[in-house]
């Protein structure tokens, strides 16, 4: 998007989850002269957004309460960003708008990729537009070619081509976004876990030879306003102190959070951050 269509939202309403994104879009779109508005999930977003930004909290199942109060702020463009932790059913306690979204949409597909695609028609029903975080924040995109000093060797490149493989077929499943594969052996697939938690497993599975490579990718039938593959400095410490080669990213439809610091990690811990373009 360019520069001239960014600067036509004035007020953003910012659905957030975990993680660091939800606070560099913030400083991002206000360096821009955009007036944030945050909803924040208890139990799931960073509390130090609160000071920072007018906000609203509640719980994931208060769609009516959170409607009310983005219309209120008169915020009519809205962002999901940051990771959410799949709640079970009996966590959500929805209010009536809320158990009238999900009798509509269906229990079955609660915590499907689906889920977050319904949700979008739903709130643009109410007359809000869904915006990508790469709209206002095109610089966190991940370009093609490294972000640190080492660089795939011959055989890691092997592993990760079988990793960006595999991650589209998991990807078309709707099953999760990450592959950890170590000398052409998948060691693990994300599930409900999240990314932090498949490092952890996967370094007790590691074989004492070359480090396992972390692969993540955009599924295919992915809506790219929502949910991009996100990795961090905290990604790439996990998997620098779990003993990993590298980690390699789909270039142009994932997100590098404070890349300065990836390349620091990284070269800390002698391993490659690259973003990979062409796909199987």
């Known amino acids: 998007m360019s520069a001239t269509k960014e600067i036509t939202v004035k007020k953003l309403g910012i659905l957030a989850g975990g993680g660091i994104l939800p606070l560099e879009l913030a400083q991002e779109c206000t360096s821009k002269g955009i007036e944030i508005f945050i909803v924040g999930f208890e139990g799931q977003t960073s509390p130090e957004l609160k000071p920072l930004y007018k906000h609203f909290w509640t719980g994931l199942g208060a769609a009516g309460s959170i409607i009310r109060a983005l219309k209120e702020q008169n915020i009519s463009d809205l962002v999901l960003a940051g990771s959410i932790r799949r709640p079970w059913l009996s966590e959500l306690r929805p209010d009536l708008k809320g158990l009238e979204i999900l ?4 229990m079955g597909a609660f915590g499907d990729n689906s889920l977050l695609t319904l949700l979008k028609k739903e709130l643009e029903k109410e007359g809000f537009t869904i915006h990508g975080v790469q709209k206002f924040a095109e610089n966190m995109l991940a370009k093609e070619g490294v972000f640190s000093r080492r660089k795939p060797d011959k055989s890691e490149w092997q592993t990760i081509k079988k990793g960006l493989e595999v991650s589209q077929i998991i990807g078309s499943l709707d099953i999760g976004q990450s592959v950890v594969v170590q000398e052409g052996l998948v060691l693990g697939v994300e599930a ?3 990314t932090d938690k498949l ?3 996967c370094a007790e599975l590691q074989k004492k030879r070359k480090g396992a490579i972390l692969v993540k ?3 295919p039938q992915q809506d790219r306003d929502l949910d991009l593959p996100t990795i961090g400095p905290d990604t790439v410490r996990k998997a620098g102190e779990a003993g990993f080669s590298g980690i390699a990213v ?5 997100l590098v959070l404070d890349p300065q610091t990836v390349a620091e990690y990284a070269d800390k811990y002698n391993m ?9």
Request: hydrophobic content about 45%; charged content about 20%; aromatic content about 4%.
């Open 103 to 106: 009798t509509r949409i269906g």
């Open 192 to 194: 409900v876990e999240g």
């Open 199 to 201: 490092i952890s497993r």
């Open 217 to 219: 990718t955009c599924k």
């Open 250 to 254: 789909q270039a142009g439809a994932a």
């Open 272 to 280: 490659f951050v690259i973003g990979v373009a062409d796909l199987p």
